[in-house]
């Protein structure tokens, strides 16, 4: 069932199930909280209270907004948190795993811990030599080429290359709602608002970050020539201990929805490890 919370700018969707520690669950560029449909279920099992949250201008939030970086995603996010009687483990994706950062390192008695899958959190810059990877060079034509004209084609074209190899088993599905989703009005201009947003905030606050940080990355992921390699800096730029990086062989940039249960099982673990810590 879908809730809403008032936050400064408009109004947050969410939804909430299950019961136990919090886990807040925010979703990439483009998408909703029905990119985690696969994974609620058995974080809810496995004796969670989940809150899946559509990003601000996606989903079903509210469409007008002043503002789209990453800072503002956190303050959402935090906001939400409070709302349901926080702390969290904060779990993002993409964009969100910058916002993610953002707010462990701003309000850490909020964040338990955090998990980012295919994180844009650190500025970014592409070398001559990354343009000789295909994936990559073919990731980032449509990426740009969607954001820039706001081309449903071009977005519908970046995620067949964003989920390489075989496709989940409800891709038609799926497809069909980020489509209809990105026709309402206001939406498509809200992706490519957030699209522009420069993950350099997120990267200033790394530092920062007191919390354990779970980062993961597909081995095929088209947003960067070498994922590993991204997913490392992120790690690196951690205060020392605090990072850890797992890597899943074959999947792209939405790993959560093509391997749910491998993300669920590394989070799961992760949160035992964490809490064995404290």
Do not use: N
Request: aromatic share 6%.
């Amino acid at each position: 069932m879908t809730e809403y919370l008032a936050v400064d700018g408009g109004t947050i969707a969410y939804e909430v199930a299950g019961s136990g520690p919090l886990i807040v669950l925010a979703h990439g560029v483009g998408d909703s909280r029905e990119a985690y449909r696969a994974v609620i279920p058995e974080l809810v099992t496995a004796g969670y209270r989940v809150a899946a949250v559509d990003l601000r201008g996606c989903g079903e939030s509210s469409v007008d907004w002043p503002a789209w970086s990453r800072s503002d995603i956190a303050g959402d996010l935090l906001a939400l948190i409070r709302h349901l009687g926080g702390p969290a483990v904060l779990v993002g994706h993409s964009v969100s795993g910058g916002a993610a950062t953002i707010a462990a390192a701003r309000e850490p008695s909020l964040v338990t811990s955090v998990v980012e899958l295919a994180p844009f959190t650190r500025k970014q810059s592409i070398r001559l030599g990354d343009l000789r990877v295909r994936r990559f060079r073919r990731g980032m034509v449509r990426l740009l080429g969607a954001g820039l004209f706001g081309s449903l084609p071009l977005w519908r074209s970046y995620l067949d290359v964003a989920y390489p190899g075989v496709k989940p088993a409800d891709w038609t599905e799926r497809l069909g709602l980020i489509e209809t989703r990105l026709r309402e009005p206001g939406r498509m201009k809200a992706m490519q608002a957030m699209g522009r947003s420069a993950p350099t905030d997120a990267g200033a606050r790394l530092g920062d970050v007191r919390c354990p940080v779970l980062v993961v990355m597909g081995t095929l992921d088209p947003d960067w020539a070498d994922p590993h390699a991204e997913g490392s800096a992120v790690v690196d730029a951690l205060p020392s201990g605090l990072g850890r990086l797992e890597m899943i062989e074959g999947a792209g940039h939405y790993p959560h929805h093509q391997f749910p249960d491998r993300v669920v099982t590394l989070l799961l673990a992760f949160l035992r490890s964490d809490s064995a810590r404290a």
